[in-house]
């Protein structure tokens, strides 16, 4: 995502400050591309955080949603929701109407049946709540109840942003969010909700994007500047945050909504923003500096085809390669993604992107 570059606080470490300056930020598309893949290696069948993929998904685009929005206010004093929803709906509508079509129309030319009312809900960005209150189907469109949490929370956020952006409250008001969700979603465990509603609602897992928003709050106006300061002491501490979000992972196969719900959708959106800050500073070094690698980079860009084609990509790919080793299996429907994914982004999503251009923030001297 592009960005007008206006210098952040002088008070952010230097390394931090210098990276949101940038025009496109770094280490953000290696995220992307870490998150997608943990998605894809879990609807592989191997033993990976799927989940943790989707949250950090979520996390990032609180994140870039807001500070794309700070950048716009900070230079015409104001936002444009028709132009944000303009720049929204050419990004995100286009990928993911065609995938709906491909895949519809291949269960119907194949003799099935589509799950009709899952499908409908998937068109209109709803599934996340028919999956939370009928259960989820199990087909190639079940994962776009997490594309209807992000649609919801961009139709809702940006005139929101406004109001507490005007009042400068910004901060203050999402940290009050955050944790008025983590006590209505403990409350909502208590009461025995089902984990399927705690799991696909928006209401139960708005405080990952949300988490994304006090962060780019909280870097823009520096009241996050002890914190960035203590995350970047070393390079060694993004360390932290790994070790702790592979901890959860492992109490989450122990016991998976007891924790999941509780304290892992607590800390999971926690490390993974204090690993946005920490890889934006360390985008160079040795050890993180992966994160920019080119392939990386790339994968973090179609990562959003990626993740629609996952699915429906791996299927015949895992069927054809079937005799051979499982290694050989994971290859074939690793390629098969990325082409899929490749296809979609430069034959449907870039067209669309070049339009998008048209309702880029310009920046004004």
Same mark, same amino acid.
């Not at 809900?121 to 028919?130: D, P, Q």
């Not at 106006?221 to 070393?234: E, F, I, K, P």
């Given at each position: ?214 962060? $780019? @709050? ?9 914190? *960035?300061?203590? &995350?970047?002491?070393? #390079?060694? %501490?993004? /360390? ?91 290859? $074939? @429907? ?9 296809? *979609?982004?430069? &034959?449907?999503?870039? #067209?669309? %992107?070049? /339009? ?10």
């Amino acid at each position: 995502m592009n960005m007008v570059a206006v210098r952040p606080p002088a008070v952010l470490p230097p390394a931090v400050a210098s990276g949101l300056a940038q025009r496109h930020l770094a280490s953000l598309d290696g995220i992307r591309a870490l998150a997608a893949f943990l998605v894809v290696f879990y609807h592989f069948g191997l033993p990976s955080p799927g989940g943790l993929g989707v949250l950090a998904f979520f996390v990032l685009s609180g994140f870039l949603i807001t500070w794309l929005l700070l950048k716009e206010h900070d230079n015409s004093g104001s936002v444009s929701l028709k132009a944000f929803y303009l720049r929204r709906s050419l990004r995100i509508f286009p990928a993911f109407y065609c995938y709906w079509l491909v895949v519809t129309g291949a269960t119907l030319i194949l003799g099935r049946t589509p799950e009709w009312p899952q499908a409908i809900s998937a068109l209109f960005y709803v599934s996340n709540y028919y999956q939370a209150l009928q259960g989820d189907p199990g087909t190639v469109l079940s994962h776009a109840w997490s594309l209807g949490i992000e649609e919801q929370f961009y139709l809702l956020w940006p005139g929101v942003f406004l109001f507490l952006r005007g009042r400068k409250m910004l901060f203050h008001a999402t940290s009050v969010i955050v944790l008025a969700i983590w006590a209505y979603r403990l409350t909502l465990v208590a009461c025995q909700v089902s984990q399927g509603y705690i799991y696909y609602a928006l209401d139960t897992r708005l405080d990952h994007l949300m988490i994304g928003c006090w962060l $780019a @709050a909280g870097l823009h106006g520096g009241q996050l500047r002890h914190v *960035s300061r203590m &995350l970047c002491a070393s #390079p060694w %501490l993004p /360390l932290a945050p790994l070790l702790c979000l592979a901890g959860s992972a492992r109490l989450d196969l122990l016991w998976p909504s007891v924790y999941r719900d509780t304290a892992g959708f607590i800390a999971d959106p926690i490390c993974v923003a204090a690993l946005i800050v920490q890889w934006i500073a360390f985008r160079d070094h040795v050890v993180w500096g992966f994160v920019n690698w080119g392939w990386m980079r790339y994968l973090g860009r179609i990562s959003y085809s990626i993740y629609l084609y996952q699915q429906a990509a791996m299927g015949p790919a895992k069927r054809l390669f079937a005799p051979a080793p499982m290694m050989v299996q994971l290859v $074939a @429907a690793a390629t098969s993604v990325i082409l899929c994914a490749s296809a *979609s982004y430069f &034959l449907v999503e870039q #067209p669309f %992107l070049r /339009l998008k251009q048209r309702f880029e923030i310009v920046k004004t001297e």
